[in-house]
């Protein structure tokens, strides 16, 4: 039976997610979000074997979320500050060179949304890899400016110096449209592929600035068989990606 065919868009978001952490080796995957965490206890179940999965607060996890190991807020902090970490976050905004914002909408002095606040993401972006998880793509997260910057764009880093981006890095963006990444001269947001069932156009319409587009658009990969039947049968067996992305 073919993937293609039955493969659904949510399941596409995994494999997209899973593979943000392929090959990097003996690192903190800290995933946030339903399908960032299924992502990363696929790749760990197949392609990254050597990942740390944690419980989100003090514990080392293993696959089935039993608790392995102790990770001290020191130790956490230490993985951060030496790049030893690789973190899936959200976002409230994202801009054309990776600015995120989950603080606040409007002008800071009188918002009007009050958000999560900037919380860790100044010291996530400028330590270790960070990617981005936005389950609903739509100009108003993808958006030519963001109100403001939380998690530090290519940019931003390179306005502060080398300082900031020595260890700066922003490996992808996953949303429910397809994948993008930063892999440009100027480090301008790049169209790395669209999920099956999705137009180029329909993500530059979604899109609140000028994507920079390849002259070719792949299609995000098929997942395997195997790959397929764990997250269905394993990591998510009641179906709880679907609630985030439900098939169109």
């Given at each position: 039976?073919s ?120 010291v ?48 992808r ?52 068989e ?17 609630r ?5």
């Amino acid at each position: 039976m073919s993937t293609t065919s039955t493969t659904t868009r949510a399941e596409y978001c995994v494999i997209a997610c899973a593979d943000a952490w392929r090959d990097n080796g003996e690192v903190l995957a800290s995933p946030m979000g339903l399908i960032p965490s299924i992502g990363a206890r696929l790749a760990k179940r197949t392609f990254s074997p050597d990942l740390l999965l944690t419980d989100g607060e003090a514990r080392l996890v293993g696959l089935d979320g039993e608790t392995e190991g102790w990770l001290p807020y020191r130790q956490h902090l230490a993985m951060v500050t030496g790049g030893r970490r690789h973190v899936m976050m959200g976002a409230s905004q994202l801009d054309r060179f990776g600015n995120q914002n989950i603080s606040c909408i409007g002008d800071w002095r009188r918002p009007a949304r009050q958000l999560l606040g900037v919380r860790g993401a100044p010291v996530n972006t400028l330590n270790n890899p960070v990617s981005y998880w936005v389950p609903r793509h739509s100009t108003r997260v993808f958006v030519e400016k963001v109100d403001m910057i939380s998690g530090v764009g290519y940019d931003s880093a390179a306005a502060a110096g080398p300082s900031a981006t020595r260890y700066h890095h922003l490996p992808r963006v996953v949303s429910d449209l397809g994948v993008f990444d930063f892999a440009t001269a100027d480090h301008a947001m790049r169209l790395a592929s669209v999920h099956p069932g999705v137009t180029v156009e329909e993500v530059r319409q979604a899109t609140g600035f000028p994507l920079v587009l390849p002259d070719e658009v792949p299609r995000t990969r098929e997942p395997s068989e195997a790959e397929l039947r764990l997250i269905r049968e394993v990591i998510d067996p009641d179906g709880l990606r679907e609630r985030e992305v439900p098939t169109v």
